[in-house]
C-alpha cells in the first residue's frame, strides 16, 4: 500500500517562501511522474504541476509557472515543491500524489500540509 505523507507547511507572510517535502513509501517512485495538487477552503483541489520520473523535466499549471519549482530525490524517495513569493490566495492544503495516465492521481491521497498565507 503507497503511502504519501506531506509536510513542511506553515505560516508565511505574503513574499515568503516555503519548500514542502512528500514522502513516499510502499512503491518505486522512479517509475512516477510526481505531482502536486492542492484545496483551497471552498474550492476543488488543483494541479499545480507536476515532474517526470528521472526528474529531467518539470511541468506547470500557468498560476504557479516562475513561482513554484517541483524536483525529487528518487534515492529517498521523496518530492518537493519550492514555493516562492508567495501570496495569501496560496493558503491551501497541498498534496503530492503520483500521476497515472493523463494527470489522474495513482494512490489515495495523503493528509496533505496546511500553507497560510498572511498579508
Known amino acids: 500500500q503507497v503511502q504519501l505523507v506531506e509536510s513542511g507547511g506553515g505560516t508565511a507572510q505574503a513574499g515568503g517562501s516555503m519548500k514542502l517535502t512528500c514522502k513516499v513509501s510502499?512503491?518505486?517512485?522512479?517509475?512516477?511522474?510526481m505531482a502536486w495538487w492542492r484545496q483551497a477552503p471552498g474550492s476543488q483541489r488543483e494541479l499545480i504541476g507536476h515532474?517526470?520520473?528521472?526528474?529531467?523535466?518539470?511541468y506547470y499549471e500557468r498560476p504557479f509557472e516562475g513561482r513554484f519549482t517541483i524536483f525529487r530525490d528518487n534515492a529517498k524517495s521523496t518530492v518537493y515543491l519550492d514555493m516562492n513569493s508567495l501570496k495569501p490566495e496560496d493558503t491551501a492544503v497541498y498534496y503530492c500524489?503520483?500521476?497515472?495516465?493523463?494527470?489522474?492521481?495513482?494512490?489515495?491521497w495523503g493528509q496533505g500540509t496546511q500553507v497560510t498565507v498572511s498579508s
Open positions: 510502499g512503491t518505486n517512485i522512479r517509475i512516477y511522474s
Open positions: 500524489n503520483g500521476v497515472a495516465g493523463g494527470v489522474r492521481p495513482a494512490w489515495s
Open positions: 515532474i517526470t520520473g528521472g526528474g529531467d523535466a518539470a
